[in-house]
Nanobody
C-alpha cells in the first residue's frame, strides 16, 4: 500500500497550492480519503475528507470555503486545492485512507488505515 502526497511548497499569503495524493496497493474506490496536517508539537488535525464515490465531503471549519478536495477514481488520486492560504495553514500535510469511517470519525487520525508521507506547505506573511 502506498500513498504519495506531493505539491507542497512555499507560497505567499493569499496564494494557492494544489496537493495530490497518488495511491496504489488497495482498492481505491472502497476507501474514503482524508487530508490531515500537523505542526511541530501538535496533534494531526483533520482538514478534509472525501467519500468513496465523491458524493460527500467534509472540511474543518478553519479551511471551509478556501480548500476543496476531489478525487479521480480512474487515476487512484485525490487532490486538495488550497486557495487564499494563510500563514496558519503552514504545516506538513498528509493524506490517509480509511474504509470504516463514520461521520464522527472523519477527522480522527486513528480511524484511518493507511498513511502517506507528508508534504510541507509553508505560507509566508
Amino acid at each position: 500500500v502506498q500513498l504519495q502526497a506531493s505539491g507542497g511548497g512555499l507560497v505567499q499569503a493569499g496564494g494557492s497550492l494544489r496537493l495530490s495524493c497518488a495511491t496504489s496497493g488497495f482498492t481505491f474506490d472502497d476507501y474514503e480519503i482524508g487530508w490531515f496536517r500537523q505542526t511541530p508539537g501538535q496533534e494531526r488535525e483533520g482538514v478534509s475528507c472525501i467519500s468513496r464515490r465523491d458524493e460527500n465531503t467534509y472540511y474543518a471549519a478553519s479551511v471551509k470555503g478556501r480548500f476543496t478536495t476531489s478525487r479521480d477514481n480512474a487515476k487512484n488520486t485525490v487532490y486538495l486545492q488550497m486557495n487564499n492560504l494563510k500563514p496558519e495553514d503552514t504545516a506538513v500535510y498528509y493524506c490517509a485512507a480509511g474504509d470504516r469511517l463514520i461521520l464522527s470519525t472523519l477527522k480522527v487520525a486513528d480511524a484511518y488505515d493507511y498513511w502517506g508521507q507528508g508534504t510541507q506547505v509553508t505560507v509566508s506573511s
